[in-house]
């Protein structure tokens, strides 16, 4: 059975208003600390839709596929295409051992196309972080290479992933046990786009 039919009957008040609460939360805390630093993300050459993300919950899935949903036939026809070639171009480079650097097919212009619907690392990536298990020392991650570029003189302003991945963690399991969705994803925004 294909994905669509497989997750038509879930209940969207499962993950649709949930999702959003996060990535409302998450959002805010990432624009504080880029506010800060004053590091603002335009204009990148090293564009990080460029880099091939895996996305692994349901309810990011299913977020951006009710976005992808919201658009017009023809833009859907359209994207679908672009999608299609970048799951092909992304397939003939891990072919010839190469890192595909291959634009997001929702890129346009500079742009994400389903902006409000995008994943958590669209909205994560960038910002040097941290993350902290419990009874453990908080593990620190540089951000991308302009941010690290940009703020070499700053001092690190701290950004806590935890309670974001905590709060995915906790949707997903809950929308997996109600719906019994129990699939592995691990899918690129194209793949997604395809699903
Ligand atoms: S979904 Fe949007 S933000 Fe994420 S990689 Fe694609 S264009 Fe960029």
């Known amino acids: 059975m294909i994905f669509h039919d497989r997750v038509?009957?879930?209940?969207?008040a499962l993950w649709l208003t949930p999702i959003a609460q996060i990535f409302e939360r998450m959002d805010a805390a990432y624009d504080k600390v880029s506010e800060a630093y004053g590091f603002h993300c335009r204009g990148c050459?090293?564009?990080?839709?460029?880099?091939r993300f895996h996305h692994h919950t349901l309810a990011e899935t299913l977020y951006l596929k009710r976005?992808?949903?919201?658009?017009?036939?023809?833009?859907?026809?359209?994207?679908?295409?672009?999608?299609?070639?970048?799951?092909?171009?992304?397939?003939?480079?891990d072919e010839k051992g190469e890192t595909p650097r291959i634009m997001c097919p929702l890129n346009h212009e500079g742009l994400c196309m389903l902006y409000v619907y995008r994943p958590m690392i669209c909205r994560l990536h960038g910002l040097a972080h941290e993350l902290i298990k419990p009874g453990q020392s908080p593990v620190l991650s540089e951000g991308c290479g302009l941010f690290t570029e940009k703020t070499r003189s700053m001092d690190y302003i701290p950004f806590d992933r935890?309670?974001?991945?905590?709060?995915?963690?906790?949707?997903?399991?809950?929308?997996?046990k109600v719906s019994g969705f129990?699939?592995?994803?691990?899918?690129?925004?194209?793949?997604?786009?395809?699903?």
Do not use: W
């Open 8 to 12: 038509r009957d879930i209940d969207s």
């Open 45 to 51: 050459a090293d564009n990080c839709c460029l880099t």
């Open 162 to 176: 935890t309670p974001f991945y905590v709060d995915m963690a906790l949707l997903e399991q809950n929308l997996r």
């Open 67 to 93: 976005g992808f949903e919201g658009l017009s036939d023809d833009l859907k026809v359209e994207l679908k295409d672009k999608a299609r070639d970048v799951v092909e171009k992304t397939r003939k480079a």
């Open 182 to 195: 129990t699939d592995r994803l691990k899918h690129t925004v194209a793949e997604i786009i395809l699903l």
